[in-house]
């Protein structure tokens, strides 16, 4: 039995976003609990899908005493201020002080933290953590999937262990093989040897998913080297197995694009007890990444491209098309209301085609008060007016009323207890388009969401989704195919549009593109 502190401290930072992140956000409880300290934490993150919660279970399973620390997250936003990260690091380090004697430390950590005062927010929490508790203390975290890994961050951990999964249904999980490999490190007392290697381009979160190539492929290599070197461990060496005897742990995050800092991108490291198998595995994954560097630069359709390419497509599918209008996601800020994509598929006559959702509470809310069977007078969506769009007026009739009460069956949302008002589905009976009216910003990812105004997703010819990538969890199963569309929204997926002043010299801003002078 060991005595280990375990804490946390997660913020997603987008610099190009207009609000930082203050001291107030930190402290509010959200989808996630609020700022916890002490012995309350165990209790408070017990039960959530996230990181610290996995680590606690596996770690009082191991039968380790807990020294709790703080926890706490805020949603994304830009720049967490001064005040915001200097209190929540001032709290670690006093209870780390407080909680001696120590043998090991857990943190829960986004990975993509930028502080005002330290554009590697992480690495430098890691910095005075190690600082505190001298070079021999393990230290090991969990990461997100969309961690800008930097060499600080390398250096200081013993240890990091980043998600696999995009859409994130491993968070708990990478909780728990965080909290396995520290209790490892406690018994072998062996330091891990460190491969880290950067990749030079950015990777837009449109294609990181991995349910779809190239990142699919690339995390299946990832769990046979570390596979094959377990394999080669305990038979004293498996053919095939025996070059990656030593692994220990791999860590691959593909970055968080819009952070505009030296040391934004895709990154990787590789943990192991033999130098020579490290640093081959590492050369390894970061050749096959760069070896599919194409495949990371899919093809993104206007929208009249896509209603054109899914009609073609839908003549002979026996499932759905899905168009993904990818950057009017309401999960990355998007207003969920821009039309671009409902135009083009009245313009194309998309007959059964639906979108969903077009936040628009005006309109739900009248389509309620006319009631089933009505017609609805005025336009829908382009409300708040993002995009410099107008509302889109067709011969709307209302064909379906909701009162946005039902339950979540996907695997992201399952058994959650949706509360978003009024909805409603209308459909233009001139094109035999329909639309889901929603009167909440609410992405577009779980099934019921359509099933809750009478429409069964799988037996749509053409399913409009405002979603980047989390959606796929639950719908592509379902799916024909699915084409990415670039449609008006505030969830802007090209780099290249960005005003970035502090990217290292040689980064690409896209998969395939120009390195920047
Ligand atoms: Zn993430």
């Given at each position: 039995m060991a005595r280990i502190a375990v804490g946390g401290f997660q913020h997603e930072t987008n610099t190009f976003a207009p609000q930082r992140a203050t001291w107030a956000d930190f402290e509010r409880a959200d989808a996630?609990?609020?700022?916890?300290?002490?012995?309350?934490?165990?209790d408070a993150v017990e039960g959530f899908n996230i990181p610290i919660a996995g680590a606690v279970k596996t770690l009082q399973e191991l039968r380790h005493e807990l020294v709790p620390l703080c926890w706490c997250s805020a949603p994304p936003s830009s720049y967490v201020e001064r005040e915001a990260y200097e209190k929540v690091a001032a709290a670690l380090l006093d209870d780390l002080t407080a909680g001696a004697p120590l043998d090991g430390v857990y943190l829960d950590l986004h990975g993509a933290m930028v502080a005002e005062h330290h554009e590697d927010g992480e690495g430098e929490l890691l910095r005075r953590i190690r600082a505190l508790v001298g070079d021999k203390m393990p230290i090991v975290t969990s990461l997100d999937y969309h961690t800008n890994l930097t060499p600080e961050m390398v250096q200081h951990a013993s240890a990091m262990i980043g998600y696999r999964t995009y859409p994130h249904i491993d968070m708990a999980d990478t909780g728990s093989r965080a909290a396995q490999l520290l209790d490892r490190l406690l018994k072998d007392r062996r330091p891990l040897y460190k491969a880290y290697r950067q990749i030079?381009?950015?990777i837009p979160l449109v294609w990181q998913c991995t349910l779809a190539e190239p990142a699919k492929g690339i995390f299946a290599l990832i769990e046979e080297i570390e596979q094959s070197s377990r394999r080669g461990g305990s038979q004293g060496g498996s053919p095939g197995g025996s070059h990656n005897q030593g692994i220990v742990s791999i860590t691959h995050t593909p970055g968080f694009p819009p952070a505009d800092i030296a040391q934004c991108g895709p990154a990787l490291v590789v943990y192991g007890l033999d130098r020579d198998a490290a640093e081959a595995a590492a050369d390894r994954i970061a050749a096959a990444i760069r070896d599919r560097e194409a495949g990371f630069a899919g093809k993104l359709y206007t929208p009249d491209e896509a209603v054109i390419e899914a009609l073609r497509i839908a003549e002979r599918a026996t499932k759905p098309v899905l168009l993904a209008d990818i950057q009017d996601n309401p999960g990355a800020g998007g207003t969920s209301d821009t039309v671009g994509l409902?135009?083009?598929?009245?313009?194309?006559?998309?007959?059964?085609?639906?979108?969903?959702m077009i936040v628009d509470p005006e309109a739900a809310e009248a389509a309620t008060a006319a009631g089933e069977g009505a017609r609805l007078e005025g336009g829908i969506g382009a409300k708040v007016g993002y995009a410099g769009e107008t509302p889109v007026e067709a011969d709307w009739r209302i064909v379906r009323l909701g009162t946005g009460r039902f339950t979540g069956t996907g695997p992201m949302y399952g058994g959650a207890k949706f509360q978003i008002g009024p909805m409603a589905l209308l459909t233009d009976e001139a094109s035999g388009v329909s639309a889901v009216?929603?009167?909440?910003?609410?992405?577009a990812v779980d099934q019921e969401m359509f099933r809750h105004v009478g429409v069964e997703p799988a037996e749509v010819p053409i399913l409009g989704l405002k979603s980047t990538v989390h959606f796929r969890a639950h719908f592509q199963p379902i799916a024909e195919t699915i084409l990415c569309v670039q449609s008006p929204g505030a969830h802007v997926s090209d780099p290249t549009e960005l005003p970035y002043r502090h990217l290292r010299p040689g980064i690409r801003l896209r998969p395939m593109g120009l390195a920047r002078e």
């Open positions: 996630w609990p609020g700022f916890v300290r002490g012995a309350e934490l165990i030079d381009f950015l409902l135009r083009a598929l009245i313009v194309h006559r998309a007959t059964g085609a639906v979108i969903g009216l929603a009167a909440k910003r609410i992405q």
